[in-house]
């Protein structure tokens, strides 16, 4: 069974642009949560989207954004870029709702903010 | 403001040895554990869990070992090699909970 994939890998975007994440979850797994790593805060939850609702949000800004297709693929957006936006963004899928199961995560996509 | 780097705890250990990597926990309500394993460049890797109605639990070359009185999670690793060398995650939830709490993480070298 095909892991967790994450579109692009890596993205390069200058401040005040938007940018547009693309996360595939394990075949059959509903849940899909988003988090981001950087050195100085380490693993930041953002989101997590079951059966294309947003069950939890975590404390991030509204320039934070996602949603979840009925195929259980899901986006997550990021209007007006900031430099502290770079990071190491996570997607971890789960069969069943966050806090219930096991997640496993992608191999992220790397956003570098110039 | 400044941001302060996360001190990331390091374990340096000489291949072959049994590594202990451990995790403090403060909700006494936490009931679902994982370890994760995350190399440079890649995404955390699921390596092994347990629940709260277990106290140990075993996979290939790795347990967890859980003591819910001094909430603490322990993950060995036995005859450490040099690809187990990364950073190692413990995360935790509650059975009414919505998200895992992720702790930050200790980063293990194994000496050849």
Not at chain 1, 3 to 31: D, E
Not at chain 1, 58 to 80: A, C, D, K
Not at chain 2, 92 to 98: C, L, R, S, V
Request: net charge positive; charged share 15%.
């Amino acid at each position: 069974k095909a892991g967790v994939t994450q579109t692009p890998r890596y993205l390069i975007k200058t401040r005040g642009q938007q940018v547009t994440l693309s996360c595939s979850p394990i075949s059959g797994h509903r849940s899909v949560s988003w988090y981001q790593q950087t050195p100085g805060q380490g693993l930041q939850f953002l989101f997590e989207y079951f059966s294309e609702t947003q069950r939890n949000k975590g404390n991030f800004p509204g320039r934070f954004s996602g949603r979840q297709f009925s195929n259980s693929r899901s986006e997550m957006n990021v209007s007006t870029l900031e430099l502290g936006d770079s990071a190491l963004y996570l997607c971890a899928s789960s069969f069943s709702p966050l806090g219930t199961d096991t997640q496993y995560f992608g191999p992220g996509t790397r956003l570098t903010v110039l | 403001g400044e941001s302060v780097g996360l001190h990331l705890p390091t374990l340096s250990v000489q291949e072959g040895d049994n590594s202990i990597i451990n995790c403090a926990y403060s909700n006494s309500a936490s009931d679902y554990f994982i370890w994760y394993k995350q190399e440079s460049g890649k995404g955390p890797q699921f390596i092994i869990d347990i629940r709260s109605n277990m106290d140990k639990r075993q996979g290939q070359r790795v347990t967890v070992l859980l003591n819910k009185t001094v909430k603490h999670l322990s993950l060995q690793i036995a005859a450490t090699q040099p690809g187990d060398s990364a950073v190692y995650f413990c995360a935790e939830t509650t059975n009414t909970g919505n998200q895992f709490y992720f702790g930050t993480g200790t980063s293990l070298t194994v000496i050849p």
